[in-house]
């Protein structure tokens, strides 16, 4: 297709980490992708901010075509920052403007933890960041101790037998059927895998996924990228959803901690793809400040 990335492999780990690089002359702009997704979920929003920057997305471990560690300790969020930085040391990359969402705002954290100043502005929309033994409530449907986005995560359908099907069926149900048609699109062509049989697999393995939103939930995770918030050595703004099914306290909690501005926006945990126009927008105001 026209305009496509160029995808880029480094071996880091003992892992292949894979990535997309969408060219461009402007300064680098690191995209990293919620739990579950892949770089190329970013592909119609990078397009469009190739005028002014070059983005880059990284595939986080057991996702689009990063491999899989084999023991859940190695997807710790400090762990997949060292595959980041590979990559970007790979292709020249010494400064940047990053943006996380949700597990990969996570990460973004601790790529500016593992390389300070490195980072000159971070723009994080929802990330996993919290001491979660500070914020965890009863029932809560997110991330907690009951796992229950890493339960939901086991119960995915792998195989597909087109990617039209699934394309009909996730524009059908929530989440995503609240996500532009255009993120729908790229997440359906970039987050599978086709198999020999002519079906078509998820590229983030259901178990993968879970463990993950696991690791998410200890020491490794989301409470390593909370203990850097205070550190930070790159100004930060926090976006998050209006009805997000986190709540927002923690990430009113998250702005305090970095010293950030919160931004609150229409929509839930993946406001920034539920509307690529508005996408685009947020993301050149709030690098740009």
């Known amino acids: 297709m026209s305009g496509d990335p160029e995808p880029v492999v480094v071996e880091h780990d003992g892992l292949r980490i894979a990535s997309l690089d969408w060219g461009g002359n402007g300064e680098p702009l690191l995209l990293l992708h919620p739990t579950g997704f892949c ?13 002014t920057y070059r983005p880059i997305g990284v595939d986080l471990r057991g996702h689009g075509g990063t491999d899989a560690p084999d023991a859940a300790h190695k997807f710790a969020f400090s762990q997949m920052a060292q595959d980041v930085l590979a990559v970007l040391d790979h292709l020249g990359v010494n400064e940047w403007v990053a943006l996380g969402e949700s597990g990969g705002g996570g990460v973004a954290v601790l790529v500016d933890q593992a390389r300070p100043g490195a ?30 986005m890493a339960n939901a995560a086991r119960k995915r359908r792998p195989v597909w037998p087109d990617r039209a099907t699934a394309r009909a069926t996730y524009a059908s149900k929530a989440p995503l059927n609240e996500i532009d048609p255009a993120f729908l699109d790229a997440y359906v062509r970039w ?77 839930g945990h993946f406001f920034l793809h539920e509307d690529l126009d508005r996408a685009e927008a947020l993301v050149r105001e709030h690098l740009l400040r």
């Open 39 to 51: 770089a190329g979920f970013f592909d119609p929003l990078a397009r469009r901010l190739r005028d």
């Open 119 to 148: 980072t000159r502005r971070l723009v994080l929309c929802e990330a996993i960041a919290f001491d979660l033994h500070d914020v965890e409530r009863p029932g809560t449907s997110g991330v907690g101790a009951e796992n229950y």
């Open 191 to 267: 987050g599978f895998l086709d198999r020999p049989d002519g079906q078509v697999e998820l590229a983030c393995p259901p178990e993968a996924e879970a463990t993950m939103f696991e690791v998410a939930a200890d020491e490794e995770g989301a409470r390593a990228a909370s203990s850097h918030l205070a550190h930070l050595s790159c100004p930060a703004v926090v976006l998050a959803g209006k009805s997000s099914n986190l709540p927002t306290p923690w990430f009113e909690a998250q702005a305090a901690q970095a010293g950030a501005p919160i931004v609150l926006v229409d929509g």
